[in-house]
């Protein structure tokens, strides 16, 4: 059974910094493409970043230079540090998963910025 789980959501300030975790299981991780999705409200799933099982990553504009996706494939463990947050990065932050036509994701972490 596959699971893919994220951690790390919360509320921190307009400036600060949040290091999200995406924990995979049932699944041979390292083979896996990964990405960090968000989904503000009333608004639809946008991509914010992508690392492949090779390790290049590409990210949305909204968030280069300030976000960074790594993987950890020891660890079957995939994160998104986001530094430098801004009110309208708050979303349900998900994870997804990817291989071929398989496709997991987890069940999502909020991500919430004050000012």
């Known amino acids: 059974q596959v699971q893919v789980v994220e951690s790390g959501g919360g509320l921190v300030q307009d400036g600060g910094s949040l290091r999200l975790s995406c924990a995979a299981s049932g699944i041979t991780f390292s083979i896996y493409h990964m990405g960090w999705y968000r989904q503000a409200p009333g608004k639809q799933r946008e991509l914010v970043a992508l690392i492949s099982s090779g390790g290049n990553t590409d990210y949305a504009d909204s968030v280069k230079g300030r976000f960074i996706i790594s993987r950890d494939n020891g660890k079957s463990t995939g994160y998104l540090q986001m530094n430098s947050l801004k009110l309208e990065d708050t979303a349900v932050y998900y994870c997804?998963?990817?291989?071929?036509?398989?496709?997991?994701w987890g069940q999502g972490t909020q991500v919430t910025v004050s000012s």
């Open positions: 997804n998963v990817a291989l071929n036509q398989y496709r997991y």
